[in-house]
């Protein structure tokens, strides 16, 4: 890489995930789930871009419902943040997250990341890119992947036979082809796999999708001008935003533009865990090929993902099956079938709400809770806060809690007296007096909280004072 080239990363952590439902939900999608190792893929994503010689501090594109999680995992770094109003596809976002780095550099150069995708190989992944910088000044350089197998879930390059100092013509873009074509692909050895990952100057950027998609340029546009920043968040306004055209980055440029090449990652070992089948495949197995997560119970199963978030499950007599228990549903289906999913996900949502006052499990910034019950006038949690962490100093109108610690040491607020509670003691809280729960420990704490009361929604909450800014306005995401 040239010294006066410096790359300035964008995240993009917008995604749904539902191809990993009912793992992957609304509130907590794939790319802030620990699928491979102890860290979530956005943090393998983020670690492994940041503080790199030439790579300016990253961007990170998301939507509201993922800003919480942003702002636990990466403590507040050093980095900066666009929030979405709602998820309205890559084109938008990298549009807008394009325009923004412009306040920072009179040209970036712009490496444009998926947060979701596993690479092993973090030092080789790096070298690639910065070999790809070469071109990118004039390019828009997309990185394509070796097939290694018949994949009917990921994009296809196909080249057209001219090659430039490793550098190869696009003849066009398929995506997700069916089995008989992928294996037609794979076997000519004249495609790559589309990694999703971008490397160009941000004003080939904009002078490309000004031509092809010129609508979402504008309404790009008017998001950068009224971006309401507080610390490391800038939240875009909705008004105009929703009525953005929902499309992928691919469909409305990559496929249209003639200023393209495609660069090979050569053995960065690349996964985008779109499927439970890729976790499938890269996760170490037993000798009948069965990956067992959890509380498993199985018999004649071979070449299976059994997955348990906390309930036993109890498999025989099956192969190549996908069996996935949460809180929320139990998922079964065949290996081979599972792009069937998004059907079963909308279908799932038409009759369940996606806000998480319907989830069970809802992911926090200090932690999580779950809905044990609930009923008529009253509603049973398990609550985690992690360490170090602590709910924001809040009041409740309509409702009263009893709290009973079940592990670990609570701090906790009671109008203008501190309790310490170990473990079966408990505190009762009243509607209208100030509260709050602070884990100043290096061990989690659980407890059980008891609501009561005529109404028990999330928004019966009035917060005083929090420690992740969720009082004021362009901080109530996290």
């Known amino acids: ?103 920072f550099s009179n040209d970036p150069l712009l490496l444009i990341l998926p947060s979701d995708h596993f690479i092993s190989n973090d030092d080789e992944f790096i070298d690639k890119i910065k070999r790809a910088t070469k071109l990118a000044d004039k390019k828009i350089i997309i990185f394509g992947i070796e097939p290694t197998k018949v994949k009917t879930g990921y994009g296809y390059i196909e080249l057209d036979g001219s090659a430039r100092e490793g550098y190869f013509g696009i003849k066009k873009f398929t995506e997700k082809p069916n089995y008989q074509k992928a294996k037609e692909y794979v076997e000519s050895k004249n495609y790559f796999w589309n990694s999703g990952i971008i490397l160009t100057s941000g004003k080939v950027l904009l002078e490309e999708m000004q031509k092809y998609c010129p609508e979402i340029i504008e309404i790009a546009h008017n998001c950068v001008s009224t971006l309401k920043t507080e610390g490391i968040f800038s939240s875009i306004d909705s008004n105009g935003y929703e009525k953005c055209p929902s499309e992928p980055i691919d469909t409305s440029l990559l496929e249209k533009t003639k200023n393209i090449l495609v660069y090979p990652l050569g053995k960065v070992d690349w996964n985008d865990l779109g499927t439970w089948s890729a976790l499938w495949d890269i996760n170490r197995k037993d000798q009948n090929g069965n990956i067992i997560y959890g509380r498993a119970i199985y018999k004649n199963v071979k070449n299976s993902y059994l997955y348990s978030n906390g309930r036993t499950i ?49 992911i926090k910034p200090w932690g999580s809770y779950e809905i044990l019950t609930e009923g008529e006038g009253h509603k049973v949690k398990r609550i985690i806060v992690n360490p170090s962490q602590s709910l924001s100093l809040q009041v409740h109108q309509k409702r009263d809690e009893h709290w009973v610690v079940v592990r670990g040491t609570a701090t906790v607020t009671k109008g203008e007296e501190l309790f310490e509670l170990s473990p079966n003691q408990h505190i009762f ?44 306005l362009s901080t109530k995401y996290v």
Request: hydrophobic share 35%; glycine share 4%.
């Open 1 to 103: 890489m040239q010294n006066n080239t410096t790359i300035y990363p964008v995240i993009l952590a917008g995604g749904a995930g539902t191809r990993l439902w009912p793992l992957s939900q609304v509130h907590h999608p794939k790319q802030f789930l620990k699928l491979v190792g102890s860290e979530s893929l956005f943090q393998q994503t983020y670690n492994r871009i940041k503080n790199i010689e030439g790579f300016l501090p990253p961007l990170v594109v998301c939507n509201k419902e993922s800003a919480p999680l942003i702002s636990h995992m990466v403590n507040k770094e050093s980095l900066s943040v666009i929030v979405e109003p709602t998820s309205c596809n890559t084109a938008i976002a990298v549009a807008v997250s394009t325009l923004y780095t412009f306040k």
């Open 314 to 362: 109890a498999v025989t007599n099956m192969e190549d099956c996908i069996v996935v228990e949460t809180p929320d549903v139990v998922f079964i289906t065949k290996r081979d079938s599972e792009e069937n999913i998004k059907d079963i996900f909308s279908a799932y949502h038409r009759t369940n709400s996606a806000s998480t006052e319907n989830d069970k499990v809802v």
């Open 429 to 472: 809280i009243t509607k209208g007096v100030k509260h709050r729960i602070k884990n100043c420990t290096n061990d989690i704490i659980e407890l059980i909280e008891v609501q009561t009361g005529a109404y028990l929604g999330e928004d019966d909450i009035i917060r005083l004072s929090d420690q992740y800014d969720r009082v004021t």
